[in-house]
């Protein structure tokens, strides 16, 4: 099929099948989320199908934690192992799902961001797209960001078009806030159009915490499992005050930040600062906890037109409560609600918003909201793989 | 416009214009190629427009030529930057030529290979491709190696579909030779099909000689010109011969080869054992010289299935007389002739080759000559960015 055929068969088609790939900051694993997407933006409809949670081994986790450390050569080859790895995620979930390779309309791969530094324009994401097209034979849409960095933009957050399409409402005001390795929000405002939007990170999600415990028990332990630590102590709050007083938090928004701010070396700052004081690794989760849920709250207070009404939580940290309690104790005036309560299981959200993004390329339409990434137009993001 | 409009548009076309992007192992500077393209393989028509050299800034190709000391973040950066500078190469070459940029139907860019590693199907291509396509508002077709290795093929070469489209006869035996920083070869036989092709590096081009004279001059000379060292004295055939039975020279085709082998190492490696003989790094001047001759005669005779008629040089190398001196002596029985006896501007040529293959990808069919690359099928090359 010539490529402008196989363009129109998807422009023609009432209801397509994506399958959406990603890996978020933390790298534990690759999501492959099986939907079906009528139509496009602003009216698009959304079925989710199924999905499936793939190990990323633990080589390629080690790299993509650690990728200040790695030579050109590694990098070389770890674009490609990582390809190799989203493709098998995808054609995983299909065998789970009992689906055929030829019911599939595209594969969207967010892949994995290796270097994002917004303040050059400039982002590396790895997970060749390439090699998904050859070993799925379906037509890959990938590599987001880099587009939106062209025109300007931080290249993040890129979920709002998603966010805006799922969850947007006449009556209320909503924020979705992620809470990944980075936390992020999207704020939208009750009968907003797009161009209401305003969607950054508010600062660490989970990374913080994951770094000090990996760090402070020489990753015996990779999380903070059910917010145990987090809830095994009280939080300092001169520690929090001094901690929430990090230039990041104070600037206005687009604002997108990354592993190279909150990431490990932050964690061994913490850390390094706690043996000063005597204390063992567990005593400062409670606080560095805390630090996720006050710079929330503190972002929406500083940064939002007004308080939202509901806040729709997705990512890792809700698996969290000591988080999640801590953010309700801090937005006593809003409704905390999730991502099940609108049919769209937690996990696969960010790789259902990767395929919306590209069912709006492949329909040659703009996947970026300006107000969000600061870019200077709206563009069709991505590069198209033919299978 | 739609993209699938866009690429039906293209399609339909009887004659189409394509901006070729290339920069080679050489990395001195970026070849921006005009060309009209009529159909498709293998009854394709090309006609060259014109072409520039547009410079490399130094700090970039510093960075290109010694990738192995790049951290992460610096080359998320250069794969940005680089993209400006193609992007530029490509609205000056129009500037140039009087031609408004709404009369392109496509860009074609290569982009730089950074790291190659064939025995791991792994490739590093820079030049970010949305970036160009953001700056030149056209539609833009790059990073085609990725593709054929994720096929099982090497990534190189990908010019023998140029070469067959251009140079095949039907009455003589010809092969065509580059010269760049590293040198290949496509053997067209007599009357020969695209799977009769054969096509692999020979060896070093200029990089062995260029490294010498760059690293021996403590980079006062940056290469030889007008061959005028490796005229300057005699070649050690002794050290020739021992230099020949690099292991490289012996395996058979497919094969491809790099920086990794032949670059700044390499060219180390031979000024440290001359100065274990009390020479001056010009004295070895023409016995590398002779290498690349010497290798590329040594790959006919070993490699291909007859000696060709005539022999199509190309790539920089044309311009070191001494090279071709030694070429013609050690090629008695061929006539060598230029790519500019085809009408073809030699600098342009890989530039245009890219064009060629843009073209078929947007025409949905493959690229790359599995007999060349080793790929396991033909694919459609490359990555689509819509503008």
């Given amino acids: 099929m ?64 650690s990728p200040e450390h790695v030579s050109s050569a590694d990098l070389t080859r770890l674009n490609v192992a990582l390809g190799e790895v989203f493709a098998q995620a995808a054609l995983a979930l299909l065998h789970d799902l009992g689906l055929c390779r030829e019911a599939v309309d595209a594969v969207a791969s967010h892949g994995q961001t290796l270097v994002h530094l917004p303040a050059k324009n400039a982002t590396l994401q790895v997970g060749e797209p390439s090699v998904i097209a050859e070993r799925t034979g379906i037509l890959t849409v990938a590599e987001f960001r880099y587009r939106d960095m062209a025109a300007g933009g931080q290249g993040a957050p890129l979920v709002p078009l998603a966010d805006y399409a799922l969850f947007r409402s006449d009556s209320v005001n909503r924020a979705v806030q992620n809470l990944g390795g980075i936390a992020n929000v999207t704020w939208l405002p009750a009968g907003g159009s797009l161009a209401d939007v305003i969607a950054f990170d508010t600062g660490p999600g989970n990374m913080a915490i994951d770094g000090v415990v990996q760090l402070g028990s020489q990753f015996h332990f990779s999380m903070d499992q059910d917010g145990r630590f987090g809830a095994s102590g009280p939080v300092n709050e001169k520690a929090l005050g001094w901690l929430l007083e990090h230039e990041y938090f104070r600037r206005s928004p687009p604002k997108t930040v990354g592993r190279e701010e909150f990431g490990d070396e932050y964690a061994g700052m913490l850390l390094t600062l706690l043996k000063g004081h005597g204390k063992r690794y567990r005593d400062i989760v409670p606080t560095v906890t805390a ?94 793989v033919f299978p």
């Fill in 2 to 65: 010539r490529p402008s055929e196989r363009l129109a068969a998807y422009e023609a088609k009432p209801e397509r099948l994506l399958i959406g790939l990603m890996s978020g900051t933390s790298a534990d694993a690759v999501t492959a989320a099986a939907v079906r997407v009528r139509g496009g933006m602003p009216e698009v409809g959304v079925a989710y199908i199924g999905h499936r949670q793939h190990p990323l081994p633990a080589d390629m986790a080690g790299v993509v934690r």
């Fill in 291 to 384: 630090l996720t849920a006050a710079s929330i709250a503190h972002a929406y207070r500083t940064h939002l037109p007004a308080m939202p009404d509901e806040v729709i939580v997705g990512g890792g940290g809700t698996q969290n409560p000591t988080l999640m309690r801590m953010l309700r104790e801090r937005l006593p005036e809003c409704t905390i609600r999730t991502h099940e309560d609108f049919g769209i299981p937690d996990v696969a959200k960010e790789a259902l918003a990767f395929c919306l993004l590209a069912n709006e390329t492949l329909l040659g339409r703009p996947g970026n909201v300006p107000s969000a990434t600061g870019a200077k137009r709206a563009v069709v993001l991505g590069k198209v």
